[in-house]
């Protein structure tokens, strides 16, 4: 279960990736989704996007993540993924996959 600051932190970084990439859908996993995060542990997101994703599009989504970052004093750490790749079966044995499949909270 999401905690209070959780909560905002995580309307935080779906608002400024909205912004940029309005399709896009986001989970959060890890640490903070599963509530036994401790102060300093980073925030993990999983950013699916419409389309073919290189690392100019997702540069373009990180600054203003990277920027929330400073503000907060906390690591927000985005993996950017095409959404019908990321749901084509080939990911079904990889870890990442499995773990967000688990655990992820969709925002």
């Not at 909560?7 to 940029?20: E, G």
Request: proline content about 4%; charged content about 35%.
């Amino acid at each position: 279960m999401i905690k209070r600051k959780s909560n905002d932190v995580a309307r935080q970084v779906k608002d400024l990736v909205v912004a940029v990439e309005p399709s896009a859908e986001l989970l959060l996993y890890g640490s903070h989704c599963r509530g036994d995060c401790a102060n300093g542990k980073d925030w993990d997101f999983l950013v699916l996007l419409d389309g073919p994703v290189d690392s100019a599009r997702a540069d373009r989504v990180r600054h203003p993540l990277y920027q929330l970052s400073l503000e907060i004093g906390e690591d927000i750490k985005a993996v950017f993924k095409d959404k019908q790749d990321w749901n084509d079966v080939k990911h079904k044995n990889v870890p990442l996959y499995e773990r967000i499949r688990r655990e992820g909270i969709t925002l």
